[in-house]
């Protein structure tokens, strides 16, 4: 017994000194998006500066498909000791769960937000052959020629598509969803004309809008961006309380222990507050948050309630 209590006793020791000295490998950063993608820009400012404070690799991992949920549920299952972590979104976190009727993973059981990271708004964009300049004048468009327009997303259940299908339901209009795996082909498709519209994130869309190759219809936050502030929000163009922003976020698998778990959120909360970061970001649309595991779980809950209601009032569906 007293062999058995002494094994026991060092292998805790070894497992306590494992969990103080957190990372002592490499760190696998699971991005669910194509490289080049918004969510895969935020991992990889992340992801740098971790490899910097730890002395470590962070490797960026790209898994994207099925409206992010193969990367999501890789992260889903992967061991809970800190070495596997997982940059999550709207879709994946927020929406599926209401809008896929088989997701190979529960966000709310399997996962652990550590740091709600950035958000941004979306800008309503449109191929110049579409007769609007406002989305008065789409709304009327789209209503006289139902199902004629089509718009691209990042995926289903991605923040592009529900905030279409939200603004579908709130100006009674029925337009064609054609779903990506990332904006880069979302765009080039819009510019041939083959889509006519998308909500992408800013700098996705706002290069082709001042050049004359798009038009720019809208904004989806509260206020406009500074980074276009010449285009009017969507509430200012009669869709009162309209807000609907992309965000990511830094999660992993659920039963992380807690110290290494709060080692990670307080490296990452001091790296979003970086000037080098919060500028990068910025000139990509996106507020640098930084926050503490608490209020990313509130935050998580406050936009599954409002995505999940969004699904069930637009029948909308994964495709």
Do not use: C
Request: charge should be positive; aromatic fraction near 6%.
């Amino acid at each position: 017994m007293r062999t058995a209590l002494l094994i026991i006793a060092l292998a805790a020791a070894s497992f306590a000194h494992a969990q103080s000295s957190y990372p002592s490998r490499a760190v696998r950063l699971v991005v669910p998006f194509p490289a080049g993608s918004t969510p895969d820009i935020v991992g990889r400012a992340l992801g740098q500066k971790l490899a910097e404070a730890w002395g470590q690799p962070v490797v960026v991992d790209n898994r994207p498909g099925a409206g992010a949920n193969i990367g999501t549920a890789e992260v889903a299952r992967a061991a809970p000791d800190g070495y596997t972590l997982l940059i999550g979104s709207n879709g994946p976190i927020a929406i599926n769960k209401a809008l896929y009727a088989n997701l190979p993973f529960d966000p709310d059981k399997d996962l652990k937000p550590l740091s709600l990271l950035a958000a941004a708004p979306q800008i309503l964009a449109v191929h110049p052959s579409v007769p609007a300049n406002d989305l008065k004048q789409l709304v009327e468009y789209a209503r006289a020629h139902p199902d004629k327009l089509s718009y691209g997303s990042v995926g289903s259940g991605s923040a592009s598509h529900l905030t279409m299908e939200l603004f579908k339901s709130q100006a009674r209009v029925s337009l064609v969803h054609v779903p990506y795996k990332g904006f880069p082909p979302v765009v080039t498709d819009l510019l041939s004309g083959q889509l006519h519209a998308t909500f992408a994130i800013v700098p996705a869309v706002l290069p082709q809008i001042r050049a004359g190759k798009l038009k720019g219809l809208a904004v989806t936050s509260e206020t406009r961006t500074a980074l276009a502030p010449d285009i009017a929000t969507v509430s200012e163009q009669g869709f009162p309380r309209f807000d609907a922003t992309a965000w990511q976020g830094l999660l992993s698998p659920a039963g992380i222990p807690p110290d290494v778990a709060e080692s990670i959120s307080r490296e990452t909360q001091k790296i979003m507050q970086l000037r080098e970061v919060r500028e990068l970001l910025g000139k990509q649309g996106f507020e640098v948050i930084g926050s503490s595991p608490q209020f990313f779980e509130a935050f998580i809950r406050a936009e599954r309630e409002k995505w999940t209601r969004v699904v069930r009032e637009t029948g909308a569906k994964a495709e």
